[in-house]
């Protein structure tokens, strides 16, 4: 299981790096802005931090780009900055043919907005490097999630398909470890659901009892 930040504020994935060495970082429209930056500043930016590993930096199209002859140039353009880049579209019908395309050019793509089994299946038949299937928003709509991702997972292994399953919208360490059970690949969350996923009261409690101890206890 790989952990992701889903975040584009260079400070936290630096944080996140050098404390518990994420795997990678996705990115959205939204966590750009809140940076504050222009998008092209904040991904180079990201890339610098990642720059000589192999952990992978989802960056995304834009969303206003909805046929083949917008999004296809501008993923070429976006993937040429960085070799860690991996290309985000959209779940609908006009990326299938640009996720196949790029492929054949070597350039990954990340399938995001991910809502039914179907849409994966279409995806990783389409040869999409990652899938993301969103799940805190199905969640928050009252609608299984965890049939939903062992659906994927399922699928995928069925028929091989090379496509790696990145849980995306996780909310908390719950869902973390239900994603990780079901053998999804990945998980992207922010910060903070990883910082209180790795607490515990009772580890606090019994760090409180055994310094109490400790501190009773001659060293020599």
Known sequence: MQFFLDSAHVHEISAALEAFNIDGVTTNPRHVQVSGKPFL?????????VEGTE??????????FMTYEEMMPEAEKLAAISPNFVIKLQCV??????????AKKDIRVNCTLIFSAMQALQAMRSGAYYVSPFIGWKETNGEDVKGFIDEIVTIRD????????IVAAVRNARQ????????ADI????LSVYQEGFQ?????EGIQKFTQFWDKTQYE
């Not at 019908?93 to 790029?102: C, D, G, N, Q, R």
């Open 93 to 102: 019908e006009p990326s299938f043919k640009v996720i196949e395309a790029l």
């Open 55 to 64: 952990k992978t930096v989802s960056v995304e199209v834009n969303p206003h």
């Open 187 to 190: 998980v992207t969350a922010g």
């Open 176 to 183: 973390i470890v239900d994603a990780a059970m079901l053998g």
């Open 41 to 49: 500043t904040v991904i180079r930016e990201i890339a610098k931090l």
């Open 158 to 165: 069925n028929y091989d398909f090379d496509t790696e399953i």
């Open 200 to 204: 515990h009261p009772y580890t606090q």
